[in-house]
């Protein structure tokens, strides 16, 4: 079925570094992705939707500068945290929906922790 | 805009026992919906999904779902639980119309006690 990796599965960094996140669809191409955010206890809050070749879409309240995100190819997007600080230590996890697919089913990848000390 | 209210945030129950996490959504729209489970630290695996058709879904781990569309409900039911089922759920809703935007519940916390 359906496989989508994501690495690194877990970072540390200090602040004001910037962190690269990768998402990949193994097995399947995939013209849409998606990246949220969870913290813990709580559920997903979707920060954009990306387009292979295209902009990404971001969510009301979701910094574009600080949250970069690249869909390079159809099955690889990227989520760059730039200057990162303690407040954006969460677990970010990325879906993917198949491209020609007839329904709209994400694949979701493991999730990253991201921990900024 | 569509919605998803998981009416429980937390559901404790015996090993063996049935189970019922319940879900409303709200939708101008036709909808697809989802039920999701995460286990802690990993992403989310689909348990069923509802597309069209019979309103009685079956999923993976022997759960299965009901689409009521009067209610506007799509409640998760299992027979009897296990340790194993221990995890958080997320009822999910998404628009058939277009775009694949996915709106998620708040999640129910499933806790199975031996």
């Known amino acids: 079925g359906a496989v989508v990796s994501q690495h690194p599965s877990w970072v540390i960094c200090k602040s004001g570094t910037s962190v690269k996140i990768e998402c990949r669809s193994l097995d399947f191409q995939a013209t849409t992705m998606f990246w949220y955010r969870q913290f813990p206890k709580q559920s997903l809050m979707l920060m954009a939707t990306s387009n292979e070749g295209s902009k990404a879409t971001y969510e009301q309240g979701v910094e574009k500068d600080k949250f970069l995100i690249n869909h390079a190819s159809l099955t690889l997007s990227t989520l760059t945290v730039t200057s990162a600080h303690p407040e954006d230590s969460s677990f970010y996890i990325c879906?993917?929906?198949?491209?020609?697919?007839?329904?709209?089913?994400?694949?979701f990848g493991p999730g990253t922790r991201l921990t900024v000390l | 805009a569509q919605s998803v209210t998981q009416l429980d945030s937390q559901v404790p129950v015996f090993e063996e026992a049935p189970v019922e996490l319940r879900c409303n959504y709200s939708s101008s729209v036709s909808v697809y919906l989802f039920w999701y489970v995460q286990y802690p630290n990993q992403g989310l695996q689909l348990l069923l999904k509802?597309?069209?058709?019979?309103?009685l879904v079956k999923g993976i781990n022997g759960f299965e779902a009901e689409f009521n569309k009067s209610q506007t409900s799509f409640h998760l039911r299992k027979p009897s639980v296990h340790i194993s089922d221990t995890a958080e759920y997320f009822c999910?809703?998404?628009?058939?119309?277009?775009?694949?935007?996915?709106?998620f519940g708040a999640g129910t916390r499933l806790f199975v006690k031996a």
């Open positions: 509802y597309l069209s058709g019979s309103t």
């Open positions: 999910a809703v998404s628009d058939k119309g277009g775009g694949f935007k996915t709106i």
């Open positions: 879906s993917a929906v198949v491209a020609g697919g007839v329904t709209n089913e994400q694949f």
